[in-house]
């Protein structure tokens, strides 16, 4: 049983500055189960038994994408829409996901000062992550402290490195807690 799914939302890996570091990195946690999105279901037609067995193995859910345009990557959206049905994950017996911890994971082009409401993009990153963890919580999940990677654009080699040991690390550290 994997202890974490991390649900990766990229449209083009390949051209990632940052992300496919990141799903690299975590491909190597023996914990840790990776579903590359675009990957399993170029189609968009996400297989909700499958996805569904997996939410209900693992003890963390991480969803890691890029910030497009204020939002993820159109693929999250649609798997949410299939996966997270009435009576699986909420309303009447929709228990499955109760307890678990939820993690988002998130890069942006932006530098963190252009995320406020006087700067570029006119809110604070919270807001752009709101509708994800009120998902979350709505499904009886916990959040926990969110990754985030501010000015991928500019990002070093060795910065790099870094942010992969820093996303498995927290990754590591929430299936500890749950352990625990």
């Keep these: 049983m994997s202890r974490a799914l991390v649900l990766f939302a990229h449209p083009n890996p390949q051209r990632s500055r940052l992300n496919r570091h990141l799903i690299l990195a975590a491909r190597q946690v023996p914990e840790v189960a990776v579903h590359d999105l675009y990957e399993m279901y170029p189609d968009m037609h996400i ?38 049905t009435k009576g699986f994950a909420f309303g009447a017996g929709g228990t499955a996901l109760k307890g678990k911890h939820f993690m988002l994971a998130v890069t942006t082009g932006g530098d963190a000062a252009s995320y406020a409401e006087t700067r570029p993009h006119g809110a ?8 994800f963890e009120q998902t979350a919580s709505f499904c009886g999940m916990r959040l926990v402290t969110p990754y985030i990677c501010h000015g991928v654009g500019q ?3 060795a910065d790099i490195k870094g942010e992969a040991e820093r996303f498995t690390a927290a990754i590591r550290r929430r299936v500890m807690e749950k352990a625990a």
């Design 155 to 157: 990002i070093t080699p």
């Design 124 to 131: 604070p990153m919270s807001a752009y992550l709101r509708p």
């Design 47 to 84: 297989n909700v038994a499958h996805e569904q067995e997996a939410l209900v193995q693992a003890d963390l859910v991480v969803f890691q994408f890029p910030i497009y345009w204020f939002s993820a990557p159109a693929i999250l959206k649609e798997w949410q829409d299939s996966v997270l």
